[in-house]
């Protein structure tokens, strides 16, 4: 009796109680939770709705949205937790835009299910009433946090930033656009109220990584990869800023191959991607979180718009 006794002991020491009833203990079974995010993105789409004609250029047959709605809707198919954005400059480029002013651009992206986009110079050329028009019609947010359009028609159309929830991250989203004096004609900006970007992105982003409990940050940024004078930059924004994972940009039309990475005021990565201009590629950056543990970018590439 004392040995079996003994024996039983040592078989619960070494498995546990639960392997009395039938089988180990959940947590000794349980693998880590890993959640995949799949971001894809644009910039700088200036209206071109439809492909390059075949002319012979060096943008021939490449973009459209229709090629460019087949692949979005490929990779949802393909992804559990797939989110869209768009980093400004929708409007101006194209007929379309001079026709239409920039309806069809934004039903395409609600076609697309843009998660957000950001405001950029661009949008303002068929002035604030214009803006307000389109915007209105747009079933997915502008995101701009250093715009104060409050004297203007525009006040309430915007958000500084919107937190989205995938499968139990979330993912705080925030907008940042250029200065509009020297860049904008004030007839078109009006009282907009133009505010520095990088104060302004530390102190958004702090409340959404401090206050909001987000797991992941992201800035969709229309100020420009990177310059030879005092602009502030997106490499510059980097590094000067805290909190923020991902800068989306553009403005400068800036092909990367993958995203490049810059260290915060902390020490910590920050990527920064942008994909041209013209719908010609699409971004796609893949992450993988697991709970606890710092997000990993599993993959990243721009794949190309075309047929």
Do not use: W
């Amino acid at each position: 009796m004392d040995a079996l006794q003994s024996n039983r002991r040592q078989f619960l020491k070494l498995f546990g109680t639960a392997a009395v009833i039938g089988g180990l203990a959940p947590e000794a079974l349980a693998k880590p939770k890993l959640t995949k995010l799949t971001i894809l993105h644009t910039n700088d789409v200036h209206s071109r709705l439809d492909p390059f004609p075949m002319d012979g250029s060096r943008n021939a047959g490449r973009g459209g949205i229709v090629r460019r709605a087949t692949l979005i809707d490929q990779i949802r198919n393909e992804q559990p937790n797939v989110l869209l954005f768009d980093a400004g400059d929708l409007f101006q480029g194209t007929p379309y835009f001079n026709l239409y002013k920039g309806e069809p651009e934004v039903q395409a992206m609600n076609r697309m299910r843009y998660d957000a986009s950001t405001i950029g110079n661009h949008d303002f050329d068929g002035g604030m009433d214009n803006m307000v028009t389109q915007f209105g019609k747009a079933n997915f947010p502008f995101l701009i946090a250093n715009y104060d359009f409050k004297n203007t028609a525009m006040n309430g159309r915007t958000e500084p930033y919107r937190i989205f929830k995938k499968d139990g991250l979330k993912i705080g989203v925030f907008g940042l656009g250029i200065k509009p004096e020297g860049l904008i004609p004030k007839e078109l900006y009006k009282e907009t109220v133009y505010t520095e970007p990088v104060e302004t992105a530390n102190a958004v982003a702090a409340d959404l990584r401090n206050n909001k409990k987000c797991d992941y940050v992201i800035c969709l940024s229309h100020l420009g990869y990177q310059y030879n004078d005092t602009n502030v930059s997106d490499r510059v924004l980097a590094s000067k800023t805290r909190n923020i994972d991902l800068i989306i940009g553009g403005h400068t039309h800036t092909f990367l191959d993958a995203p490049v990475n810059v260290l915060s005021q902390d020490g910590l990565p920050v990527l920064i991607n942008q994909v041209g201009f013209a719908g010609i590629y699409l971004g796609r950056i893949d992450l993988t979180f697991e709970r606890g543990k710092a997000k990993v970018m599993s993959e990243s590439k721009a794949v190309e718009v075309k047929s």
